[in-house]
């Protein structure tokens, strides 16, 4: 018994010892993952992030034509024509920055349409700068007017474009040379 009891002392002690020189970085991960128990999990088998709610599955962001809206015609050429890699990439931003679906593909949006300024603006934000909100990004009536009548214009300009090419000049091209 006494063997015994010696045995399981030592042993607690060497455990006690080997945690004594455990990197820090060991500790900080442990509760970082507790704080993310309700992220997306990342799968190191099949090489994918799963979401583990259904407030982080792609129906519970807004739209791609909200992308559009937002950030323009490169994050939504990027979600409708790339789609895994966009939600794949919208489940990583979230478990590693903490962040809501609608948070990480406003940011996703605004890194895919400019990755530089979107990095110069994190950096920004971790010296105290105020975070931008890239979910109500564009979003206000005044923006929306402006964004409808600009995409009318090129519309318009592209139409016309696309028509003459097709059918060639007709009497108002002759008249006015377009």
């Keep these: 018994m006494r063997s015994t009891s010696t045995l399981l002392l030592s042993w607690l002690c ?7 020189f455990q990197h820090s970085g060991m500790h900080q991960m442990r509760v970082r993952n ?4 309700m992220a997306p999990k990342y799968d190191p088998v099949t090489n994918r992030w799963t979401p583990t709610s259904p407030d982080e ?12 809206l937002r950030q323009g015609p490169s994050p939504f050429f990027q979600r409708v024509f790339n789609a895994d890699d966009y939600d794949q990439g919208v489940l990583k931003m979230m478990a590693r920055d903490d962040m809501s679906r609608s948070e990480a593909q406003g940011n ?9 300024d979107w990095a110069l603006q994190k ?3 971790q010296r105290g700068a105020p975070k931008i909100d890239y979910v109500n990004a ?9 964004t409808a009548g600009w995409s009318s214009i090129l519309l318009a300009f592209v139409s016309r474009t696309v028509y003459l090419y097709t059918v060639g000049c007709d009497s108002f091209c002759q008249e006015y040379h377009f």
């Design 14 to 20: 060497l455990a006690g010892l080997t945690q004594a």
């Design 34 to 37: 507790l704080s993310l128990s």
């Design 57 to 68: 599955e792609a129906s519970a962001g807004y739209p791609a034509w909200g992308s559009l």
């Design 108 to 116: 996703m949006d605004a890194y895919i349409r400019n990755p530089n």
């Design 123 to 125: 950096v920004e934000e």
């Design 138 to 146: 564009n979003m206000e009536v005044g923006d929306l007017i402006l």
